[in-house]
């Protein structure tokens, strides 16, 4: 007896080479800024978590483009980004700046060590809460900042910090909100735009390419000053239309 035709299509356990060549690139890139922020090289640090993110948009985009999705590629793809985008940051920041603490004391040293590992401990939660919402979110939406928009806020506010030759020991209070703010961001329950929703179309307004060309030519001029004002700007989005939501519903009900 013929089995009935299964509706939804099971994903494929193939390994595939071009899409998971990609995820490998983001995973040294998030490598090698560990290492590079353990030799005091912060800038190359930095910016090797953002090619990490460049990289991590690509590769689901040629998976799907490519018809080669996978199951592997899926797990692979969330490893990777706990280095890159949880583990990498966490220990840039640490070397840049926490780990001056313990000139405050022992117990300042411990704060230190650990602030760092709240981020990557968040980073990885926010992943996992990610994979197990596969499939039933909004995907209009992000539920908590994702964990490469947190990696830009914190490595965008080290490279801005490091190019300007202010040292992380003397701002190392500073950097201590901003870990803290970007781990719990990442675990909070605010929603963020995904940017997911734009129409898929190969025509797009005449303003976007404005604007598109205006970044473009601002990061060539500034490239740590404008990243950090762009995720900044992001970071606070979620705060702030979460904030305007609860207004406007507390006025409606208040008629």
Request: glycine share 8%.
């Amino acid at each position: 007896m013929n089995q009935p035709e299964n509706p939804v299509k099971e994903r494929s356990r193939g390994i595939y080479l071009l899409p998971n060549l990609i995820t490998t690139g983001g995973l040294f890139a998030g490598f090698y800024a560990i290492i590079a922020a353990a030799s005091g090289q912060f800038t190359a640090a930095c910016m090797a978590v953002f090619v990490a993110g460049l990289l991590d948009g690509l590769d689901g985009r040629i998976a799907r483009l490519t018809g080669t999705t996978s199951e592997f590629g899926v797990q692979y793809d969330s490893l990777a980004d706990l280095v890159s985008f949880g583990m990498a940051p966490a220990l840039v920041m640490y070397h840049w700046s926490l780990a001056s603490l313990k000139l405050d004391g022992a117990t300042a040293g411990k704060i230190g060590w650990l602030t760092a590992f709240l981020y990557a401990a968040c980073a990885a939660l926010r992943l996992a809460r990610f994979n197990a919402q596969v499939g039933q979110a909004d995907k209009r939406w992000f539920i908590g900042l994702a964990s490469p928009a947190a990696a830009g806020l914190m490595m965008a506010f080290v490279w801005t910090m490091h190019d300007q030759e202010l040292s992380g020991r003397d701002f190392r209070y500073l950097a201590l909100a901003v870990t803290v703010a970007a781990a719990l961001l990442m675990v909070g329950r605010v929603r963020y735009f995904s940017f997911k929703a734009f129409p898929r179309s190969d025509r797009v307004p005449f303003l976007a390419m404005l604007a598109a060309l205006a970044v473009f030519v601002a990061l060539a001029i500034d490239p740590p000053r404008v990243l950090l004002a762009v995720a900044v700007l992001y970071a606070l989005s979620g705060p702030v239309h979460w904030l305007w939501q609860r207004r406007t519903r507390m006025a409606s009900e208040s008629r």
